[in-house]
T-cell receptor, first 113, second 114 residues
Framework: DSGVTQTPKHLITATGQRVTLRCSPR?????VYWYQQSLDQGLQFLIQ???????AKGNILERFSAQQFPDLHSELNLSSLELGDSALYFC????????????FGPGTRLTVL | AQTVTQSQPEMSVQEAETVTLSCTYD???????LFWYKQPPSRQMILVIR??????QNATENRFSVNFQKAAKSFSLKISDSQLGDAAMYFC???????????FGTGTSLTVIP
């Protein structure tokens, strides 16, 4: 158990809908990363937040947005969902000390029908 | 942007044997961190081992060790005495000393043959 929690574990929805994925980082970690992993694909970095502020942006679609709240949990909002958005969405957290790595949550599996 | 390349999409190893997974990266920086993550069928991403570029000594974690060749920009993972539980997708990752983003390779799928 990495200490990073993600809810829900599974999500099934229809095209055109909007969903929110939630992530709680490890205790003491200020930084949250979001990744997308499509079937049999590598990890695509979406976005990073540090202590409530956006820190880095990757290949995140305009239909997707994220935020980090004062209690440091983060939410990833996916809207106007398409079939191709079906994927495993990971959250990872990091302490921000220069030597620290990131620890991953169990992921949320999103299926868009 | 930095790139991380894993040139072996699939590898297999006999149980109890040793296997080496390859990873190369491209960077102009002198200080950085390298990681190997394991993703078993459960899809959970698990940190296997990490290496600081300023350390010449190769990192070791039990049966897992790395061969870090800084000049060649190579970072291979050696798994000794392979076990059935080692079957997974393995991802190599890079982060610069001062950077925030982690760059991942495309992964190597490891099969362990009983």
């Amino acid at each position: 158990d990495s200490g990073v929690t993600q809810t829900p574990k599974h999500l099934i929805t229809a095209t055109g809908q909007r969903v929110t994925l939630r992530c709680s980082p490890r205790s003491g970690d200020l930084s949250v990363y979001w990744y997308q992993q499509s079937l049999d694909q590598g990890l695509q970095f979406l976005i990073q937040y540090y202590n409530g502020e956006e820190r880095a942006k990757g290949n995140i679609l305009e239909r997707f947005s994220a935020q980090q709240f004062p209690d440091l949990h983060s939410e990833l909002n996916l809207s106007s969902l398409e079939l191709g958005d079906s994927a495993l969405y990971f959250c990872a957290s990091r302490r921000e000390a220069s030597t620290d790595t990131q620890y991953f949550g169990p992921g949320t599996r999103l299926t868009v029908l | 942007a930095q790139t991380v390349t894993q040139s072996q999409p699939e590898m297999s190893v006999q149980e109890a044997e040793t296997v080496t997974l390859s990873c190369t990266y491209d960077t102009s920086e002198s200080d950085y961190y390298l990681f190997w993550y394991k993703q078993p069928p459960s899809r959970q991403m698990i940190l296997v081992i990490r290496q600081e570029a300023y350390k010449q000594q190769n990192a070791t974690e039990n049966r897992f060790s790395v061969n870090f060749q800084k000049a060649a920009k190579s970072f291979s993972l050696k798994i000794s005495d392979s076990q059935l539980g080692d079957a997974a997708m393995y991802f190599c990752a890079y982060r610069s000393l001062t950077g925030n983003q982690f760059y991942f390779g495309t992964g190597t799928s490891l099969t362990v043959i009983p």
